[in-house]
């Protein structure tokens, strides 16, 4: 009998080496190697595929078709919606919402075709009770209690489901490895096989992964190139706001989010998220600038915070929450050289009202006026938004999508926008808009 051996595979890039190392030398992240059983070449049975080539004329697509999930904030997401023979994992904190987002998109997906919701987590009676308290009734919806991956894929096929929901596969066991589920070897594997059995029959898998960004459990980047989406559920559990991403989408673009609150109810669509991010305030505060980020193919108005106060220990702190901190201190060195302002004995902290991640460099604008609001301690003329990317020498230079992000300020009621010079021809809105081409006209204009 061939001998099984051993491999070492990382659980951040999935590099596979003989022998174990504290650190990986592909992805250079330490304690990520994991050992791994591997079928030794011998006991494999050799392959034996009856699958033809096609003409690719000739192929029928039907499966291009997508499937509502009932919420417009995850089609949007998926790029759609949901594709026939496609798997799709969402990974995310534990208690983040994903078996809540789930269990209202099963009331959707099983009106009219049945649909299997296989949980190793939780009994069927507590996914009851979660129903019960979501309003969610399922028409054609299966609940199975059960870890034996072999026998979800089985029930699922004599259901002749349309959707097939796995929650979670750090919880699921294949019976083509003798390791413990939950390991990195059994994960792969159950994925693996979910994914075929998707392809092979059409049915729309959704496997849930209890995986952080650091893929502190198992790591997503193992899995990511198994599946044909990835979506990652966001969000701080003190707080109600869940943010959805797509980190991968072989069929649609990763820049879209859906916004979503949770509450007693589950999921509830954000479809105005402007008007969640921009606080509502009848007078301008020192210290806060309103702009408009684009997420995706929507602009999104939110409000950039910042605090500058004088240092107390040595050191001066920069903070930039949602931002990034390279671009802050770059932002400040340019204040200072261009503007002869000081920040040398003041501590600087940058926030994104809402909990958003921004990396856009059309912020730029308005976060130099926030650092100025709140050095000086004067509000910026109240209704104005500020749009702009700055450039070393305190040029402001354009930006892209201007159009889209000005008509959303002027939606949300602004009465006055900034943004650069270049962008300022031919936009017609009926609001005042401002074209500046340094720093200080913008400071000008606004203070
Ligand atoms: N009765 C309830 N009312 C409101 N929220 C609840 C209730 N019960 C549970 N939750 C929320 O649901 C969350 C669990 O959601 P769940 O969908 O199970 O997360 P995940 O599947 O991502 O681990 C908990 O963090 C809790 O905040
Ligand atoms: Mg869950």
């Known amino acids: 009998m061939a001998k099984t051996t051993t491999s070492f595979i990382c659980s951040e890039c999935g590099y596979e080496t003989g022998k174990w190392m504290g650190k990986c030398p592909a992805c250079e992240s330490w304690n990520t190697l994991t050992e791994v059983e591997k079928v030794p070449k011998g006991a494999r049975a ?18 291009a078709r997508r499937i509502k999930t009932g919420m417009a904030e995850l089609d949007r997401v998926l790029g759609g919606g949901l594709v026939r ?39 069927a009676a507590q996914i009851r009770l979660r129903a019960q308290r979501l309003g969610v009734m399922g028409k054609h919806l299966y609940v199975l209690a059960e870890n034996e991956l072999d026998s979800i894929i089985d029930r699922a096929k004599e259901l002749k489901c349309a959707a097939i929901v796995v929650d979670s596969i750090q919880t699921v066991h294949s019976g083509a490895l003798s390791t413990a589920a939950g390991s990195v070897s059994q994960i792969r594997q159950a994925t693996s096989q979910l994914t075929r059995f998707a392809k092979e029959t059409g049915v729309t898998a959704i ?43 072989r069929y649609g673009s990763t820049n879209e989010i859906g916004v979503f609150t949770m509450g007693e109810r589950g999921m509830a669509q954000i479809e ?11 007078k301008s505060v020192p210290g806060c600038t309103p702009m408009c980020v684009i997420e995706g193919s929507r602009p999104v108005m939110v409000e950039l915070q910042a605090l500058v106060t004088k240092t107390v220990f040595g050191m001066p702190r920069r903070v930039a ?50 650092l100025y609001s709140s050095l000086r301690n004067i509000p910026l003329r109240a209704g104005c938004a500020v749009l702009g990317e700055i450039g070393l020498t305190g040029e402001v230079r354009s930006i892209s999508s201007a159009e889209k992000r000005a008509a959303e300020c002027a939606r949300m009621g602004f009465e006055k926008i900034l943004l650069p010079k270049s962008n300022r021809s031919g936009l017609t809105l009926p609001i005042d808009i401002v074209g500046v081409s340094t720093v200080e006209e913008a400071f000008s204009h606004l203070f």
């Open 46 to 63: 050799p392959a034996k595929s009856t699958t033809e080539a096609e003409l690719l004329k000739e192929i029928k697509a039907d499966n």
């Open 85 to 123: 023979g496609g798997t799709v994992l969402l990974g995310g904190d534990p208690g983040i919402g994903k078996s809540t987002l789930l269990l209202q998109v099963c009331d959707e997906l099983s009106r009219d075709n049945p649909v299997l919701y296989a949980t190793g987590e939780e009994s």
């Open 272 to 282: 105005d998220p402007s008007a969640l991010f921009l606080p509502d305030r009848e």
């Open 207 to 249: 496997i849930v992964g209890h995986v952080t960004k650091q893929g502190a459990i198992a790591g997503p980047k193992l899995l990511e190139h198994l599946v044909d989406t990835v979506l990652y559920f966001e969000g701080d559990r003190s707080d109600d706001l869940r943010i959805l991403r797509a980190v991968k989408n």
């Open 321 to 370: 929450a949602g931002l990034d901190y390279n671009r802050l201190a770059l932002l400040i060195a340019v204040l200072e050289k261009k503007l002869g302002l000081a920040f040398g004995d003041q501590d600087v902290f940058v926030n994104i009202v809402g909990g958003l991640r921004v990396d856009e460099r059309a912020t730029d604008l308005a976060i130099v006026c926030a």
